[in-house]
């Protein structure tokens, strides 16, 4: 595989991120919420997309949700570009408990910008990697979670070359979903009711 170096901005978001996330695991696997997510979101990034303030925010995507860290740290230390699209990315609780967080999501993603949804597309898809490892309640919900908004962003959004690949990936491995735990069916959310 093709290594690029990080950009000294990557670097920066890279070593805030992991500091940021520093003792945090994934729930199900207990592997290091920087390693185990947080890095491979990145590297899917970058198979598609070299725009550094893409990456820098894939790498601090999870920053103001899961640490201790503000939307005004990330302004003072990377500058608008990149909090604007951190901010962008990261989810409004109040909002998630009003809407309910798939039609939540889909509704962000729907109107987002470009990089961002490009960097939300992977995040869904390393999430959805990440299958083996969760509960199949976690797993059966997540699933239905991202067929909705998939379904959704097709019917409601232009996207972009680089969006359809990230989505080629996630119906994929999706696809190897269903077949592995007879997820044919699933339930719709309350858009379609």
Not at 4 to 16: I, N, Q, R, S
Not at 140 to 165: A, D, F, P, W
Request: positive net charge.
């Amino acid at each position: 595989p093709k290594i690029y170096p990080l950009t000294p901005l990557e670097k920066k978001a890279w070593d805030f991120a992991k500091v940021a996330h520093h003792g945090a695991v994934r729930k199900f696997s207990g592997v290091g919420y920087f390693d185990g997510h947080v890095r491979n979101v990145f590297k899917l990034l970058k198979k598609i997309e070299s725009d550094e303030i893409s990456s820098a925010a894939a790498l601090l995507h999870d920053v103001v949700e899961d640490t201790k860290y503000t939307n005004e740290d990330i302004l003072e230390l990377f500058g608008d570009r990149v909090h604007n699209l951190v901010k962008e990315l990261t989810s409004i609780d109040e909002e998630v408990k009003r809407m309910g967080k798939p039609e939540y999501l889909l509704d962000k993603m729907l109107t987002m910008s470009d990089q961002g949804l490009l960097v939300k597309l992977c995040d869904r898809f390393q999430n959805l990697s990440d299958h083996f490892n969760s509960s199949n309640a976690f797993r059966k919900n997540y699933y239905t979670q991202t067929k909705y908004i998939i379904e959704g962003l097709k019917r409601g959004r232009q996207l972009n070359k680089k969006h359809r690949v990230a989505l080629s990936w996630i119906e994929g491995i999706m696809r190897t979903m269903e077949k592995r735990y007879f997820l044919l069916e699933y339930k719709t959310f309350s858009i379609y009711r």
